[in-house]
């Protein structure tokens, strides 16, 4: 909430403030913006303020918190890979976390994490190790809803994440019932994503030891592919539409 505060702020020291169920601009009051349009609108200027690294960070986080649009990550990504970059790492990646085990929507968070950070080989195995994989031993002995809630949102985004970097995190995660349906939605997505990753044998292992009731949805359709030794729904075109007769 303090983070929030400091953007909105921010924002008033900008000429931009909350009106009825938008923003208006003091260049242009008569005008209301959606919060996708403050975003795109300033949200860059955060890593221009005479601040130091981490406290543009810190503020970039309350502007997404404030606003709850994807844009404002694409900013922070940008600032990282920029020409003051990389961003200090501490902070980039507990504002990701702490937004992960918050008890509101995350839409945004996973959606950055899934195209982004996810899909670029450069970028994919420190964000996942940042955001789950150096964690996933803590939780499944803790067991606390923050960090579930963490692990369930990562799981299921992570179905650009390269196998050899996921699959011992996926081991581990097994081991907790309250994951299970997550690391379902994963391998599902590893599939299915465009930029999905899997090794059908280990994928199938995993999927046999996941106790998930015989009536899951798409659960015979992942099982038969894999089966086949299919790796990805686009480098195996009519694999899933096979899967699907044979299984209903």
């Known amino acids: 909430m303090q983070a929030e505060e400091a953007a909105r702020r921010w924002l008033a020291d900008q000429g931009v ?16 913006l959606t919060a996708n349009q403050v975003a795109h609108s300033w949200a860059g200027d955060v890593f221009a303020e005479d601040l130091d690294a981490a406290d543009q960070v810190r503020l970039a986080f309350g502007l997404l918190d404030l606003l ?3 844009w404002v990550t694409c900013e922070i990504r940008f600032a990282n890979g920029g020409a003051e970059g990389p961003l200090p790492a501490d902070v980039l990646w507990n504002g990701y976390r702490r937004r992960l085990e918050a008890d509101r929507d995350a839409e945004a968070v996973t959606c950055s ?3 982004d950070w996810f899909q670029d080989d450069a970028t994919s195995a420190t964000a996942f190790a940042e955001v789950l994989g150096n964690d996933i031993d ?6 606390s809803e923050a960090l579930l809630r963490r692990a369930r949102r990562v799981l ?3 179905g650009p994440v390269r196998w050899a970097v996921k699959e011992s995190v996926y081991h581990t995660a097994i081991r907790l019932p309250a994951l299970r349906p997550a690391l379902f939605r994963g ?3 590893s599939f ?3 930029y999905g990753d899997l090794e059908p044998a280990a994928a199938l292992a995993l999927v046999d030891q996941l106790d998930l009731p015989a009536g899951t949805r798409h659960l015979a359709e992942l099982r038969h592919v894999l089966v086949a030794g299919h790796k990805n729904h686009y480098r195996g075109l009519g694999a899933w539409d096979d899967a699907v007769r044979s299984c209903s």
């Not at 403030?17 to 209301?32: A, F, H, I, Q, Y």
């Not at 803590?138 to 067991?143: A, D, F, H, Y």
């Open 192 to 194: 299915h994503d465009v």
């Open 68 to 70: 709850d649009e994807y």
């Open 156 to 158: 299921e985004c992570s």
């Open 187 to 189: 391998l599902l997505t």
């Open 17 to 32: 403030r909350p009106m009825g169920d938008g923003w208006v601009s003091n260049e242009k009051p008569n005008t209301l």
């Open 138 to 143: 803590r939780v499944v002995t803790e067991r």
């Open 113 to 115: 994490l899934w195209v």
